[in-house]
């Protein structure tokens, strides 16, 4: 299973996802109409996006009444059926991201679908910021990061020692 995933200290502040995303779901470039968003935080110039998780457990099906919100098994995607939402914003309430919104009319709940497992977001990050990847892949790259830092905690104590 793949999902998005946001680098943080590599993000450069630049919304080109904002507006990729806008105009993949409106066929319009307002970020008001993004599922994804790009926080700032410029007193330390730091950019930090954030996007829907799709929890495994997620909260926003849990409380939605007319069942608009499912997770689909096999992409792990959690699916907004507009036909069924009513607009009642309780999704928007459960969610622990603040990943679900409103779009630019204020009236339709949206929120990230992966792009159906093409996200258009990572097409237009030059920095490399958010990535699609397998879930795996990512354990592993974790593993030897932090596996790289206790070698280099050890080479100091080590040193330190001497
Ligand atoms: S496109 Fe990439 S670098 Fe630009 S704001 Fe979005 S996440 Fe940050």
């Not at 680098?7 to 599922?35: I, M, V, W």
């Not at 998780?53 to 608009?68: H, I, W």
Request: hydrophobic share 35%; with cysteine; net charge negative.
């Amino acid at each position: 299973m793949r999902v998005l995933m946001l680098d943080q200290a590599k993000c450069t502040g630049c919304r080109a996802c904002e507006y990729a995303c806008s105009f993949e779901h409106t066929g319009k470039f307002n970020p008001l109409d993004s599922r994804i968003k790009v926080n700032e935080f410029w007193e330390d110039l730091t950019f930090v996006p954030s996007v829907c998780l799709q929890c495994e457990r997620a909260y926003c099906e849990e409380v939605c009444p007319t069942s608009a919100l499912t997770k689909n098994p096999e992409t792990g995607v959690v699916e907004l059926e507009k036909e069924k939402c009513i607009g009642c914003k309780q999704c928007i309430v459960a969610c622990p991201w603040g990943s679900i919104k409103l779009d630019h009319t204020g009236k339709e709940v949206i929120k990230c679908d992966n792009c159906g497992g093409d996200p258009a977001c990572i097409k237009v990050c030059y920095p490399d910021a958010l990535s699609y990847e397998e879930v795996e892949d990512i354990t592993n790259v974790k593993v030897l990061e932090t596996a790289t830092r206790l070698k280099e905690i050890a080479k100091d104590l080590v040193k330190g020692g001497a």
